[in-house]
């Protein structure tokens, strides 16, 4: 079973930014954080992941606090192809992914 | 450099019979994990297999259904006596150490 809470949904206006967050207050120090989507119907698709600092990709940015309980993913200009449900997800191992029921995103025109 | 190739996409069984998934990893993968998605549900995570081995099939029910990731070739989820119950999205991830998941587009499973 999944190890962190998420909103189950949020919107978010066209051009903004998405900001999604996560609580993970059990995380253990060797834990990551990883997040992924699901646009309808497709595979779940990886963002990002991070252990203690923020990151950032082409996708989108990280931020972590300071105790690792807590995290947020950020999509800094959400388009309508945005529109999916996000998961964060606790693993120290790349091997035990469990995903929880996410946080559906409606991005609105 | 081809992703997870998961085929059929979709497989229509009649209550009692079999159903064969079949996955194919990222080139240089090892690692290959099996969800389930029920209707309007999220993941669930199924079996965990490296080549020849099953690692973790903690979430797998105990009875008709099975996988193996042979040396050569795909992985099979294997459902025998399929009911009405075992309709759903199948999905196939592979991985290689440290890197995360990357997903094929599924098997969609109707038991009719």
């Known amino acids: 079973d999944a190890k962190t809470t998420q909103p189950p949904s949020m919107d978010c206006a066209e051009g903004r930014a998405a900001n999604l967050p996560c609580n993970h207050s059990?995380?253990?120090?060797?834990?990551?954080v990883y997040w992924y989507r699901q646009i309808h119907s497709q595979g779940p698709q990886y963002i990002i992941h991070g252990l203690k600092n923020n990151e950032t990709n082409e996708m989108a940015s990280l931020i972590i606090t300071e105790d690792r309980k807590s995290s947020t993913l950020i999509l800094p200009h959400a388009t309508l192809r945005d529109t999916a449900v996000y998961y964060c997800i606790n693993s120290n191992n790349n091997n035990d992914m469990r995903f929880g029921a996410g946080t559906r995103l409606t991005v609105k025109p | 450099n081809a992703g997870v190739m998961q085929n059929p996409r979709h497989l229509v069984r009649r209550r009692g019979q079999e159903a064969r998934l079949r996955c194919s990893p990222m080139?240089?993968?090892?690692?290959v994990y099996w969800y389930r998605q029920l209707p309007e549900e999220g993941l669930k995570f199924m079996v965990y297999?490296?080549?020849?081995?099953?690692?973790?099939e903690s979430g797998m029910p105990k009875e008709r259904f099975s996988a193996e990731f042979p040396k050569e070739g795909p992985s099979i989820l294997r459902i025998q006596q399929v009911v009405r119950g075992d309709s759903a999205a199948y999905f196939c991830a592979s991985s290689e150490a440290n890197y995360g998941y990357t997903f094929g587009s599924g098997t969609r499973l109707t038991v009719v």
């Open positions: 080139k240089g993968h090892s690692h």
């Open positions: 297999l490296q080549k020849e081995n099953i690692i973790d």
């Open positions: 059990t995380i253990s120090g060797n834990e990551y």
